[in-house]
């Protein structure tokens, strides 16, 4: 299996600009988390989906950040408009549900927003 | 609510030196524990873990035993090599779902 697969690996934009990362789920894996990872503050959890219904999504930030997953295979974090407070590390990571509850991370998406 | 402590970085040490992480948790019921690392510009990936009370994980030459006594789950390694440099989190997953509670995580620092 290819593991979890997020694009892209590195951003940058312009302040005002809309980001749209990606990731794509180890297949079979049906609970789906959106991390942020920042010096300050550690790893963050945003959101997270089952059955890709959002089941928890206390950690997003503000109205900026949205998040979907139209279909197994496929979740999207939108931040409209980026601000540089955005700048980080973005993980998704997968996992069966029921399990013992290892997650699996993609290799991150690196954000900078100038 | 459910939370993870663990000791602050970053911990430097020589080659083949002994190694503990200390971490300790608050969680309602009997949670999972887990080590998950993260090495330099990847993501996260499971290191070890326990399911109940006097568990031990281990893998790699680290392990960890769950204490529900003291509520602990302090990594150990008796002997670190320069490639365990690397950032380690303790987590908890307590109740249904697949949803982890992670301590701030620990840098390691491997010498020659």
């Known amino acids: 299996d290819a593991g979890v697969i997020q694009s892209p690996r590195h951003e940058v934009t312009e302040m005002g600009q809309e980001v749209t990362l990606r990731c794509k789920p180890i297949?079979?894996?049906?609970?789906l988390f959106w991390y942020r990872q920042t010096m300050m503050r550690g790893l963050e959890l945003l959101i997270y989906?089952?059955?890709?219904?959002?089941?928890?999504d206390s950690g997003m930030p503000e109205d900026r950040f949205s998040a979907k997953m139209p279909n197994a295979s496929f979740s999207t974090l939108k931040i409209q408009p980026s601000e540089p407070r955005d700048s980080a590390v973005y993980f998704c990571?997968?996992?069966?549900?029921?399990?013992?509850?290892?997650?699996?991370f993609g290799e991150g998406s690196r954000l900078t927003v100038l | 609510g459910d939370s993870v402590t663990q000791m602050e970085g970053p911990v430097t040490l020589s080659e083949e030196a002994c190694l503990t992480i200390n971490c300790t948790y608050t969680a309602t019921g009997y949670p999972s524990l887990f080590w998950y690392v993260q090495y330099p510009g990847e993501g996260l990936q499971l290191l070890l873990k326990?399911?109940?009370?006097?568990d031990k994980g281990s893998n790699k030459g680290f392990e960890a035993t769950y204490r529900k006594e003291t509520t602990s789950f302090h990594l150990e390694k008796g002997s670190v090599q320069v490639s365990d440099s690397a950032v380690y989190f303790c987590?908890?997953?307590?109740?249904?779902?697949?949803?982890?509670?992670f301590g701030t995580g620990t840098q390691l620092k491997v010498e020659l």
């Open positions: 990571a997968t996992g069966l549900e029921g399990k013992t509850g290892e997650l699996f």
């Open positions: 297949s079979g894996h049906n609970s």
């Open positions: 987590a908890l997953k307590a109740g249904g779902g697949n949803k982890l509670t």
């Open positions: 989906f089952n059955n890709n219904v959002p089941i928890d």
């Open positions: 326990a399911t109940k009370a006097d």
